[in-house]
Every structure is written in C-alpha cells, then in structure tokens.
T-cell receptor, first 114, second 115 residues
Framework: AQTVTQSQPEMSVQEAETVTLSCTYD???????LFWYKQPPSRQMILVIR??????QNATENRFSVNFQKAAKSFSLKISDSQLGDTAMYFC???????????FGSGTKLNVKP | NAGVTQTPKFRVLKTGQSMTLLCAQD?????MYWYRQDPGMGLRLIHY???????AKGEVPDGYNVSRLKKQNFLLGLESAAPSQTSVYFC??????????????FGPGTRLLVL
C-alpha cells in the first residue's frame, strides 16, 4: 500500500526566516514522482515543486527546495526567506510510474507571522 | 489555455436533490480525477478516469457516479444528496501523451452545501 505521512499538522515561522516541512512516504515501487502542493485560503491547489525519484539532485524552485532521501523515504520542503503569501496548507503527494493515482498526505498548515 | 475549470463554484442543495458537477480541461490530459476535501482533512479520491469512456472507483465512491464521454470533460453526479456530502470538491487532471506530463493540475474547487 502507498501512504504519505505529514507529521506536523501546523507550523509557524517569522517572516524572512526559513522553515522545513516534513513528509515521509511508503511504497515498494522504484519509479515515482514526488510533489509539494500549496493550498492558500483561496483553496486553489498550486504545484510548488516536483521531484523525480530517479534523480539524486534535489529540486529547487526559487525560495523552495526539497531534501529528498530515497532510502529513508523522506521528502521535506524547505522554504527560505518566508513571506506572508506563503501562509497556506501544504500537501505532500506522490504518484507511481503509471501516474493514474496520486497519494496525498493530510497536510501541514503553515502560518507566516509578520 | 484555461487549464482545469469547474462548474459551478458554489451550490446549495436540499437533502435528496440531485446535481452534476462539471470538470473541463484543455491540456489534452488522459487522466482525470474527482476528490473531496473536508475541514481539517486532506484530499480523498472519489472516482477517476484513465481515458475517454473509462472510469474507476477511488477510496470514497459511495453516493457518487461519474462519466467521461469526452476526453476533456469529467462529470461527477450526486443522485440523492445527503448532508454528509457537504464538502469542497476538486477536479484534477494529469498525463499528457504529448509531453509526458505526470504532474496533476487542479481546478479551483466547488463548494457544496447539503441542507
């Protein structure tokens, strides 16, 4: 069975500081993709960053980067220079090679304080 | 390029009424999905489709039906709405054979209130 666990229901960070959101997953597959989605109060699900499991290099998108540890099945999201607009729910997700199902964690609510 | 759109954005139903939620995508995606999101919870998959004319059950399919008559559209039906179906419904799509695009893209959501 494929599962995704986000153990931090809620986190807070001061504006301009760095925060790391944790995610672990379980799968017996070797080929898969990992994602972080952001859901602001508008409810729109927005893709933040994606990582191919076969790539050792960690993905980076501007202030967002991941720490992908395949052996440990860990996929954490680091947000640098946090901004007020980063306040949102963040969901970790993955899909296996045939892409027809996605597995989501329960989410981490991030609050960026001024 | 509108991406994924959902109609309507908000609806109030009485118990026992029926309705259909429409999802449309213009990215030539093969796979489409319907999720529900309840307060404080993540996304739960209701039904999904891996191609035109095909549908499959997700983890919470009871009380819902779906149809994918056209590749770009995925309809979610509630035959007899119940208060337990009060939720926010998200449609998503993924996988384009043109671009090998595995990322899932979401619509803006439909908020449904069943009284």
């Amino acid at each position: 069975a494929q599962t995704v666990t986000q153990s931090q229901p809620e986190m807070s960070v001061q504006e301009a500081e760095t925060v790391t959101l944790s995610c672990t997953y379980d799968t017996s597959e070797n080929n898969y993709y990992l994602f972080w989605y952001k859901q602001p109060p508008s409810r729109q699900m927005i893709l933040v960053i994606r990582q191919e499991a076969y790539k050792q290099q960690n993905a980076t998108e501007n202030r967002f980067s991941v720490n992908f540890q395949k052996a440990a099945k860990s996929f954490s999201l680091k947000i640098s220079d946090s901004q007020l607009g980063d306040t949102a729910m963040y969901f970790c997700a993955f899909t296996i090679y045939n892409f027809n199902k996605f597995y989501f964690g329960s989410g981490t609510k991030l609050n960026v304080k001024p | 390029n509108a991406g994924v759109t959902q109609t309507p954005k908000f609806r109030v139903l009485k118990t026992g009424q029926s309705m259909t939620l429409l999802c449309a995508q213009d990215m030539n995606h093969e796979y489409m999905y319907w999720y529900r999101q309840d307060p404080g919870m993540g996304l739960r998959l209701i039904h999904y489709s891996v191609g035109e004319g095909t549908t499959a059950k997700g983890e919470v399919p009871d009380g819902y039906n779906v149809s994918r008559l056209k590749k770009q559209n995925f309809l979610l039906g509630l035959e007899s709405a119940a208060p337990s179906q009060t939720s926010v419904y998200f449609c998503a799509s993924s996988w384009s054979p043109d671009s090998f695009q595995e990322t899932q893209y979401f619509g803006p959501g439909t908020r449904l209130l069943v009284l």
